[in-house]
């Protein structure tokens, strides 16, 4: 060992350059192919997740009162409007309840149970965002311990929630989550309505998240209507993601200009500044063949790839 | 040997702190949309103050430490961290402590380089040919960040640096006695 130490003094500095670049090849590529299931970040995480746990109740402490000093002024006038909206919500949700009793009763019929209490579900806290400004993912405190697999669905709770995003790897305290505005998120969706052909894509796009606050909705039939607000669900032909989760709302539903489909935004559901807790979906989307644990690296690109083209040829089958 | 030891404690605890900092305290910070470099800052500083060397290992520990929490691969922050933090070592001799313009120069031109890497690698290769918005709305904008909050710690690696070599004088200084 010490004649390591007193070798290391003479090799040139360049040398040392090399082979750290080596190393990090090594890793890159050995990362590619193997997964990122990787020893040294659950050894790290061991030590490092208890710290960014308290940590970041430090920060969002502090986010949450810039954000009151912030929301104060607007908020006299936001409750006005919301006011008249909670008058025009009530009307309807009596409607919409009287509807929803009948559905129950046809449901019964039908024998199909209601869509979400059938999964199982875990709450987590997010401990960390990402570094840096070109990438959404970030950590969640539980992780295998907890039973959170890759490939679970992560949902924000509450009565506003909707589809956060998918677990893209997975440590023993730890989970990490690619949040659906990343921009290499692609999600195989469906615009609610009663017409058929209504499959979609919603996909992460930097550009348009950074412009309008936005994601993109591309490879929507042209001969569907598309209003302003329509709700935007996970499909069931997707392959990562459980059907019938809310996304968000359309917004912009035009002809592209190669006359062939329609694209627009979509406003996701989810407030995506604000996230503290989410609701993790123990159930994995059944799709036949069944991830094997092998493939969980790329599991994330290929379906982004296949759903991508789900959405194509959705779209061009008119 | 025990200066050498300090010395890597307090470096490794200087990394951990910047990276906590940024990953759980300014990115929760919604109202701050774009998040300051720190684990590039760190490297740069400790590559100028201490050389090639110094700036290789500090830059390759926080950029894995980076990877480790953050990349989709093993080795890709460790990769260029470690690059430009040798780079910045041979910027050391013309070097003074009092002046924080070569280090906000060299600063600037590192996070410049990183986030070309970064936009290259993640997304060039996927399609993403609108460079021009990139580099307007998330690289320059990072490196004002960066080059601001490196004005305002400078003094204090500095500080931590000169403490440190005292001690290390004195200790060698105290063994003649």
Redesign the interface.
Known sequence: MKDKHKKLRDVP?RH??YA??V??????G???FFG?A?P??NI??KA?IP??TG??E???S??GQ??NL?TLQNAQEENKLLQEELALLRSENSRLQEQSYELDRLRDLVGLEDAYSQYTMTAARV?????????H?F?IDKGTEDGIQVGCNVLAGGAEGGLVGIV?SVGDNYARVRAIID??SNVGAMVLTDQSNNSCVVSGD??LL?QTGCLSLQYIDKGLTVEDGAKILTSNLSSEYLPDILIGYAQNVTVDSDNLQQSGYLVPAVDF??LREVMVILDLKETGEGLSEGETQTSGESAAETETSQGETAGEGE | MKAMVRRGVVTGVII?VA??L??????????I???P?L?LLVTVTFGLLHG??TG?FVG?FS????????G?????Y??IL??LG?GC?FFTPYFYLESVLLPMGVCAASELIYGLY??VF??LF?G?F?IG??FM??IV??TIYTVVILVIVYRFLVFVNRRLEESAKRRSADKFV
């Open positions: 500095p040392i350059l750290v670049i190393l990090c090849a090594a890793m890159i050995l990362t590619w990122s990787n040294v970040t790290l995480a490092i710290m960014q940590l970041n430090l920060g969002s502090l986010a810039l954000e912030r401990i960390q965002k990402d570094s840096g400004n070109w990438f993912s950590l893209t921009d290499s930097l550009e950074t500044d604000d | 951990l990276f906590l940024q990953n759980n305290i300014f990115a929760a910070i919604p109202l949309s774009i998040t470099n684990l090639r060397l290789l390759f950029g894995l430490l980076a990877d480790a929490f953050g989709t691969l093993l080795g890709q460790a990769l470690s690059v040798y070592g970064v936009y993640a997304f996927r993403r609108n918005f990139y709305n998330i904008p990072e």
